[in-house]
């Protein structure tokens, strides 16, 4: 598999260009906005080999990817630390105001 920068470019514009209309929809609809992602290798498309010549890289990074809660109403604040994925329905369920199960890794909210 083959990586293209202005394709990926591209594309991220793009996820960009529609997050806007979704955070507009959602200030109009009242509700709270929550964005996570895995971006692949979009933030790291080249590197460099054994022989040390520059190749474009195809695995997924090893970067931390973002999760932002957007509420126009009220802030949240996110907890310092390291979390995952296992901590995403924590989070939603709380700020649902839903008790999470014992067994679920703990809400990043503050």
Same mark, same amino acid.
């Given at each position: 598999?083959? !990586?293209? =920068?202005?394709?990926?470019?591209?594309?991220?514009?793009?996820?960009?260009?529609?997050?806007?209309?979704?955070?507009?929809? @959602?200030?109009?609809? !009242? @509700?709270? =906005?929550?964005?996570?992602?895995?971006?692949?290798?979009?933030?790291?498309?080249?590197?460099?080999? &054994? &022989?040390?010549?520059?190749?474009?890289?195809?695995?997924?990074?090893?970067?931390?990817?973002?999760?932002?809660?957007?509420? &126009?109403?009220?802030?949240?604040? =996110?907890?310092?630390?390291?979390? !995952?994925?296992?901590?995403?329905?924590?989070?939603?369920?709380?700020?649902? !105001?839903?008790?999470?199960?014992?067994?679920?890794?703990?809400?990043?909210?503050?």
């Amino acid at each position: 598999m083959i !990586g293209n =920068l202005q394709a990926t470019e591209i594309a991220v514009e793009s996820v960009d260009l529609e997050l806007l209309r979704i955070k507009k929809a @959602c200030e109009e609809a !009242g @509700c709270i =906005l929550i964005v996570t992602a895995d971006h692949g290798n979009s933030d790291q498309m080249l590197e460099k080999n &054994k &022989k040390g010549l520059i190749e474009v890289r195809t695995a997924h990074s090893l970067n931390p990817v973002p999760f932002i809660i957007y509420d &126009k109403d009220e802030r949240h604040e =996110l907890k310092a630390g390291s979390f !995952g994925l296992a901590n995403v329905a924590p989070t939603v369920a709380e700020l649902f !105001g839903i008790k999470p199960y014992d067994s679920w890794e703990e809400s990043m909210l503050l």
